[in-house]
């Protein structure tokens, strides 16, 4: 069987998609979005956080997020989703691996994201220690067409590279 060091690199894709409501934050790479709805969740909502984790684990070969912070355990409730990630960057570079690049899509139809698309990718790039060019951050309506389009819900995917 090959083993970690079969290759040395890896890929992981990641996607979320959480309900909007009223009355909720809407944090998007732990920067608050200003907006009248918000992401419905356990923890934060975070989708493109969550996205990330997944891709994170994936890449790794260690499951998902939910295997690692199961909504029914009360210790992730409300919990960041930044807090989540330090969690599992630890668990990367236990694996012997560290990231080369990131490359996400926010699928939302409200508000446009344009404002807040490099303060996002700054916060990202900050928090792997990575320069501006290995992140990216890009941001998608869905014309009008549901969930997403019809203001329902948000998404998120995210691909990243490691290598060890
Ligand atoms: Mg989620």
Do not use: W
Request: aromatic share 6%.
């Amino acid at each position: 069987m090959p083993s970690q060091a079969f290759s040395a690199y890896r890929i992981g894709q990641g996607y979320d998609l959480h309900r909007l409501i009223p009355s909720k934050p809407l944090l998007l790479g732990g920067i608050q979005i200003d907006s009248p709805v918000g992401s419905e969740a356990h923890s934060d909502g975070d989708v493109l956080l969550h996205a990330l984790i997944d891709a994170l684990l994936g890449a790794c070969g260690l499951g998902d997020i939910g295997d690692h912070f199961p909504p029914s355990d009360d210790r992730y409730k409300g919990i960041s989703s930044v807090a989540l990630l330090r969690l599992v960057l630890p668990l990367i570079t236990q694996a012997g691996f560290q990231v080369v690049n990131l490359d996400s899509t926010i699928f939302l139809e409200k508000p446009k994201l344009g404002p807040y698309k490099a303060q996002i990718r700054a916060q990202l790039a900050e928090l792997f220690g990575l320069p501006l060019d290995c992140v990216s951050v890009k941001a998608k309506t869905a014309e009008q067409f549901p969930p997403v389009g019809t203001q329902e819900a948000i998404a998120a995917s995210v691909t990243v590279l490691l290598k060890q």
